[in-house]
């Protein structure tokens, strides 16, 4: 049996309704992967030392509060300064679409909105998740 | 490869845990084998601190509130398992919800686990994670198993002392004195003190405690409230004082010894399954002489004993 890919869902920033987030864990872990949920309220910092110590291979963002333009480029900072590792970023939650190209520019490979279904993110993480 | 990662463990590096535990976990994985041989390599032992309880007891809230208590010098690592999903594989391991204070400690190293469909409330590769915290010298590792409260005993095998954590409105006194918890527990840790029910519940296992007779260590009872911290410092004082009542009697990691023989024993018979048992069982030689038993040919008993003989045989010509 194949090692089960390791995912982390974070929610950073201050919004405290996480129905999204649980439900994408719920699918992922129907999907056969390892989820890591850590609650509300995670500041960037919390992100990248629990993505480091639990040596995740994704890492799902979801924020609803519109701190997204600068909480996402802040992890993405964090998460470079983590030694030897390789980490799938996605996104999720309230993002408006222009500010999709900076977000992606900053390193977040893809962004699922309102109305993504899991099976669409399951497949999408399968598929570019980076091969250790 | 291997060394830069067992000098990463050695310098306490955290990715080089991280990865090293990864590893320990995919049996698959090539690095195992050598990485196992080096993190045995060591005479540090750490202190093992086991804690199991039903679900919604308290368990993560309590290693948060236990691990305020201590000092933030030293090197903690806990390790949360939760159970995986028996037809996806999956899992959702919660327990770090509980502990978000501790994350951002340079001190302690957390880590979830699912058990990966293993019975006994713990990952089969525990053993080897909890040597890895050993070999990087850490001054304790804290298990916290499932919590699905029948079957959790295997925490007993791994951990110096076992606190066994329980709440007075699950109404769970019964239940734990069923579930084997009571025996088991080196300390019992009655939760939410703050709710009624929970004096009761200290009379009842009052009564059920007995003294271990493997080492004469009469288990402890203690009411707490984990969330609020109270009397979390008067369980760390049971704790010491258990682990000195260990050390006194020759009795700190002593069962890790017994576990580390059950684990021995486990990978042998693994090994003459699949090498010797299972291509003589499943030969169609065999599966043709089955009838010979449903016909009465020859009995059950007979038939067994026959394959023993075939397997001693084929064992001592391979020397």
């Known amino acids: 049996m194949s090692k089960p890919i390791r995912v982390l869902i974070a929610k950073p920033g201050l919004d405290g309704h996480d129905r999204g987030a649980k439900i994408i864990a719920r699918g992922l872990k129907d999907a056969g992967m390892e989820v890591i949920y850590t609650g509300i309220k995670q500041t960037p910092e919390k992100i990248a030392r629990t993505a480091l110590q639990e040596d995740i291979d994704v890492l799902g963002l979801s924020i609803l509060s519109g701190a997204h333009n600068y909480l996402f480029p802040e992890i993405m900072r964090l998460l470079n300064e983590n030694k030897d590792k390789e980490v799938l970023v996605i996104a999720g939650g309230i993002i408006p679409l222009s500010d999709y190209p900076a977000l992606k520019e900053a390193g977040i490979s893809e962004i699922f909105p309102p109305g993504s279904s899991i099976e669409e993110i399951a497949s999408f993480i399968k598929n570019n998740v980076h091969s250790k | ?319």
Request: charged fraction near 25%; hydrophobic fraction near 35%.
């Open chain 2, 1 to 319: 490869m291997i060394d830069s990662l067992t000098n990463g463990v050695k310098n306490q590096e955290e990715y080089a845990i991280a990865k090293s535990i990864t590893v320990l976990e995919d049996e698959s994985n090539d690095l195992s084998v050598s990485l196992r041989k080096e993190i045995y390599k060591t005479n540090s032992q750490t202190y093992v601190l086991g804690i199991t309880g039903s679900p919604g007891a308290g368990k993560s809230t309590l290693i948060s509130s236990l691990v305020n208590h201590l000092d933030n010098q030293m090197k903690i690592g806990i390790i949360s398992i939760d159970p995986s999903n028996k037809y996806s594989g999956g899992a959702l391991l919660g327990d770090r919800i509980r502990m978000s204070n501790l994350f951002t400690k340079k001190n302690i190293f957390i880590r979830s686990m699912s058990n990966r469909g293993i019975f006994g409330g713990l990952n089969k590769s525990i053993f080897d994670v909890v040597q890895l915290f050993s070999f990087a010298k850490y001054d304790l590792v804290i298990v916290e198993t499932i919590g699905v409260g029948q079957n959790e005993i295997d925490i007993s095998e791994i951990a110096d002392t076992v606190l066994v954590i329980s709440a007075p409105e699950s109404g769970d006194s019964i239940q734990i004195i069923k579930a084997g918890l009571m025996e088991i527990a080196d300390i019992y840790v009655i939760n939410k003190a703050d709710l009624s029910g929970s004096d009761k519940m200290e009379f009842l296992l009052k009564d059920n405690i007995q003294t271990n007779t493997k080492n004469n260590w009469t288990p402890r009872i203690i009411k707490i409230q984990a969330n609020s911290g109270k009397n979390v410092d008067g369980l760390l004082e049971l704790t010491l004082e258990h682990k000195d009542f260990l050390t006194q009697n020759n009795q700190l990691f002593s069962r890790r010894k017994l576990l580390l023989q059950k684990n021995i024993r486990e990978s042998v018979i693994k090994k003459v399954t699949n090498n010797y048992i299972d291509p003589k069982i499943q030969s169609k030689e065999f599966k043709d002489s089955i009838k010979n038993v449903t016909c009465g040919k020859i009995s059950f008993d007979e038939t067994v004993n026959n394959l023993v003989h075939e397997i001693e045989k084929d064992i001592k010509n391979e020397n």
